[in-house]
T-cell receptor, first 114, second 112 residues
Framework: DAGVIQSPRHEVTEMGQEVTLRCKPISGHNSLFWYRQTMMRGLELLIYFNNNVPIDDSGMPEDRFSAKMPNASFSTLKIQPSEPRDSAVYFC????????????FGEGSWLTVV | LAKTTQPISMDSYEGQEVNITCSHNNIATNDYITWYQQFPSQGPRFIIQGYKTKVTNEVASLFIPADRKSSTLSLPRVSLSDTAVYYCLVGSPSGGYQKVTFGTGTKLQVIP
């Protein structure tokens, strides 16, 4: 079975550029999570969706960040404009509603903003 | 969600049993305890979940005392490949969607 698929795996971009990270959840899963991980702040939950609807975006750091889930098999996390402090690993994860804390992570998108 | 507290780091020699304890004093009646493992350069992966007493799988054992205010993840005879960060989470597996948040985790370093 395919797991959570994220793209790109690595991206280096210049400050001020728009960055779009993509995620394909596990087929049949109806909850999707975006996390950011840095050495300083650990693993932070940015936003999560249930049945394609954003449920809680309180972790989104600021208006430069936005996330969408146009259908059950695709989600994007966009940063516009990007800043050096956005450099981090961004993880997407999915789960089945009711599965509680059992969620499945992708391999992450490693973002460097210079 | 119940807050969890775990040691920041632990060292162990290869072949030893490692026990990582997590405190969750405010655990609710419906909450389960879940542990994740994160290797460097990878996303966290589920390793074990339990409600009370003891749960064992091919990777680890989870011990939960009667008051459920703490839990202990036990890794038998660790090897270098068990070097990872281990996260403890508590929450209810039923009742619809929920916000799954991670604490700081315990960084386990296995030494040859």
């Amino acid at each position: 079975d395919a797991g959570v698929i994220q793209s790109p795996r690595h991206e280096v971009t210049e400050m001020g550029q728009e960055v779009t990270l993509r995620c394909k959840p596990i087929s049949g899963h109806n909850s999707l999570f975006w996390y950011r991980q840095t050495m300083m702040r650990g693993l932070e939950l940015l936003i999560y969706f249930n049945n394609n609807v954003p449920i809680d975006d309180s972790g989104m750091p600021e208006d430069r960040f936005s996330a969408k889930m146009p259908n059950a098999s695709f989600s994007t996390l966009k940063i516009q404009p990007s800043e050096p402090r956005d450099s981090a690993v961004y993880f997407c994860a999915s789960s089945l509603t009711g599965a509680g804390n059992t969620i499945y992570f992708g391999e992450g998108s490693w973002l460097t903003v210079v | 969600l119940a807050k969890t507290t775990q040691p920041i780091s632990m060292d162990s020699y290869e072949g030893q049993e490692v026990n990582i304890t997590c405190s969750h004093n405010n655990i609710a009646t419906n909450d389960y305890i879940t542990w994740y493992q994160q290797f460097p350069s990878q996303g966290p992966r589920f390793i074990i979940q339990g409600y009370k007493t003891k749960v064992t799988n091919e990777v680890a054992s989870l011990f939960i005392p009667a008051d459920r205010k703490s839990s202990t993840l036990s890794l038998p005879r660790v090897s270098l490949s068990d070097t990872a960060v281990y996260y403890c989470l508590v929450g209810s597996p039923s009742g619809g969607y929920q916000k799954v948040t991670f604490g700081t985790g315990t960084k386990l370093q296995v030494i040859p």
